[in-house]
């Protein structure tokens, strides 16, 4: 499975914002600290939980309703550092409790509640110059956004999901571009991947799973 247009579904520069009613501008930025010391730039961001809700009739996991908007899951609950060569991130939030939440289905997840499960952490960059489409096949494209990474997957059973990697220039996106400037803005977002299968792992948490609308995400503006 690969990020695609038809799997991300909105246009440019919205692809996790789409509906966030919650996230004005003073939500994507006046919300940010960021310091500046060494070469390093910090910044902190919310993390806004899905906009997938579980229908009130629903016979399982998958029968979701789309509330249009997102509200705050975690406040500062996500990190991001930049240097001139590399990004680092890191989201800490408190693990959703299973079988509350909507529930990704397909090859790398399971629409089953656990504990334990699986998510993973995903980077988006935003690069006005690369364009959004793939340099390794130009007709596949363009995506919403320029670069898309992995950055951890764990299996989780504990109150506490922590989530956190690095990037830089040498990194192999997932999809679309490698890094070229660390400063772009930056999308974060955690996917769920359900209750543990053996059969699938590791894949289960090395692999995108479900669509913006299931994802916890957090916004950073370009430095």
Known sequence: ??????????????????????ITTAGISGLAAANRGGG??????????????LADDYEDLTDCEDTGDRSVYENNGAI???????????????????????YADGDTAVAEAGPPEGFTLW????????GGFDPDDPDEGPFPWSGAFFIAGHIVGG???NLSGQISRQTE???GFPLENPNV???LAVAPHGALDPAIMPEQIQTPAGTPGHWWVSFFDEE
Do not use: W
């Open 123 to 130: 980077l988006f960059t935003f690069d006005e110059e690369q």
């Open 159 to 161: 109150p506490n999901l």
């Open 1 to 22: 499975m690969t990020f695609d247009q038809q799997t991300i579904g909105v246009s440019r520069r919205r692809v996790l914002q789409t509906g966030a009613v919650a």
């Open 185 to 187: 803005e930056v999308h």
């Open 173 to 175: 996106p997932f999809g």
């Open 40 to 53: 390093v730039t910090k910044q902190t961001e919310d993390v806004y939980g899905p906009m997938l809700e």
């Open 80 to 102: 991001l550092r930049r240097n001139p060569n590399s990004i680092s991130a890191m989201v800490s939030i408190d693990t959703p409790e299973p079988g509350t939440y909507c």
